[in-house]
């Protein structure tokens, strides 16, 4: 009994919620990690069917990335606009947007892949229902990426651990269904796309009974509408308090501010996200606690329906806003771009046309293989940034650059000599895991110098960024294809 009150006592995720609803959201929101890129892994892992899947003049793993990722960055792009000038985002509708086109696009595809008779026509419907699949990929982003930068930093880093996860599950899913139907592509793609439609059935539920059963999830979103009236001076004041409680004098200025205490103890929680795990709860009774939560709801929901301001005072506003996130997490952006580009880019460039030893390995198994290990090295790296080391903004932007020095080298290298495809595997290893860690690192560290009421617009700007590097990335891969000579 003993272990169990004290296990009521540690504060884990959001200090508004008990203790079993920060673990169940928890839950929910590692499952919405995992749709996060469900369809792209589906198709990424499908390469080994697919790069010889049609007899066209393009090669389908090298030009649907390029149309995908620049249709990502102008949804990603629309989103920010939506969240920067919409009063009120529409958090559910998207949410419920998102999980149905997740589950129209996996039933059609195989279908269309089977059916379709003309290699040309086969070939275009395949791009436009992947190019298609890139919008419930950057809803899904941005509605729960959203979603968990309000909850808590815990949260939003198990957020990033799903979608890493979800490129594992991925990774297997295709690797069972390649086992059972090795030489039968037909039913090949029937399997791997139901196979991996099967996280999205299981997370749609698990989002209605989180919105409808949870109520700290409609108060969050309820005050991501509404408009702070602090200070520039009390801003700075939240900013610098890197830990310990606000000075009580800031908290009495602000009584009739809307959700400023809420701003105060979100600021505090992403100021010292390494010691949320230690911290005692306000009350050691649970049911007493959402008793006191419930009470206060009420009263903050009249006072974010009264905050609503003037529609000249509300555009003024937003123009301030966006500045201010944008100088914010300026560097963050930067780093998040960086990092993908490369990724995309130079490191799949090396594995293009790269020859197997087929003696050694089967082409087909390596691919796969070799997708399955970028997952496992880009999930290591979102579960060590678990641990705490206070990187600066600066350290970690400085990284992702040197990866690019270290990118050119070893490309320019093994394009050339590579025969062994086990070791193609560890230099996999390596690259995904830092891939994987730094970009975590510049994402939460871009939630962690924002206010509460930025959250909705720095997840897009996240979103925004990470999709400018992988267009560019993508361009310089389908570039890469088409120069670099044939092995």
């Known amino acids: 009994m003993g272990c169990l009150k004290k296990l009521k006592d540690i504060k884990i995720g959001s200090p508004d919620i008990p203790l079993w609803q920060n673990i169940f959201t928890m839950i929910c929101f590692f499952c919405f990690g995992l749709n996060f890129l469900i369809y792209y892994n589906a198709v990424v892992n499908m390469g080994d069917l697919l790069s010889d899947e049609f007899d066209y003049s393009l090669d389908f793993m090298s030009t649907y990335p390029i149309f995908l990722n620049w249709y990502n960055f102008f949804i ?6 939506m969240a920067t000038f919409m009063k009120r985002f529409p958090f559910n509708f998207l949410a419920h947007f998102s999980f149905i086109l997740y589950l129209i696009l996996f ?3 195989p279908i269309v892949l089977n059916y379709i008779k003309s290699d040309v026509a086969r070939f275009w419907v395949m791009i436009i229902i992947v190019i298609i699949g890139g919008t419930p990929c950057q809803v899904n982003s941005s509605v729960f990426m959203s979603l968990a930068g309000l909850f808590s930093p815990t949260h939003n880093a198990i957020f990033l651990i799903g979608s890493s996860a979800g490129g594992i599950i991925s990774s297997c899913l295709r690797l069972a269904s390649g086992a059972i139907y090795k030489n039968d592509r037909k039913n090949d793609y029937f399997l791997s796309f139901y196979l991996n439609v099967i996280p999205v059935v299981i997370t749609y539920p698990l989002y ?3 919105y409808c059963c949870i109520p700290h999830t ?7 509408y509404a408009k702070s009236s602090t200070t520039e001076q009390e801003e700075i004041e939240m900013h610098e308090s890197k830990s310990g409680p606000i000075p009580d004098n800031v908290a009495a200025e602000n009584v009739n501010s809307v959700s400023d205490e809420n701003d105060k103890n979100e600021l505090q929680d992403r100021k010292a996200p390494e010691n949320a795990n230690h911290s005692p709860h306000s009350g050691s009774d649970i049911s007493e606690e959402e008793q006191k939560i419930n009470n206060n709801a009420e009263d903050n929901t009249i006072k974010e329906v009264n905050s609503e301001l003037s529609t000249e005072e509300e555009h003024d506003t937003i123009g301030k806003q966006l500045v201010r996130v944008l100088k914010t997490i300026w560097v963050e952006l930067l780093s998040v771009t960086i990092d993908y580009f490369w990724t995309f880019c130079v490191f799949a460039g090396i594995f293009l046309g790269i020859p197997y030893d087929e003696s050694k390995l089967e082409l087909n198994t390596s691919l796969q293989i070799n997708t399955f290990m970028f997952m496992i090295g880009d999930a290591v790296a979102r579960v060590l940034y678990m641990i705490p080391i206070p990187w600066n903004r600066w350290v970690i932007l400085a990284c992702s650059i040197a990866r690019c020095v270290f990118y050119v080298p070893l490309f320019i290298y093994y394009y050339n000599v590579y025969t062994n495809p086990f070791l193609m595997f560890f230099i996999m290893l390596i690259f995904s895991t830092t891939h994987g860690y730094f970009a975590s690192h510049a994402i939460q560290l871009a939630f962690t110098h924002s206010q509460i009421k930025d959250m909705k617009m720095t997840a897009n700007f996240c979103n925004l960024g990470l999709d400018l590097g992988l267009a560019l990335g ?9 120069i670099l000579p044939d092995q």
């Open 107 to 109: 039933v059609l595809s």
């Open 208 to 210: 209605n009974i989180m």
């Open 76 to 81: 990603a792009f629309g989103l920010v606009l």
């Open 218 to 224: 409609k108060r969050v979103i309820r005050q991501s």
């Open 474 to 482: 993508a361009t310089g891969l389908f570039i890469l294809n088409y």
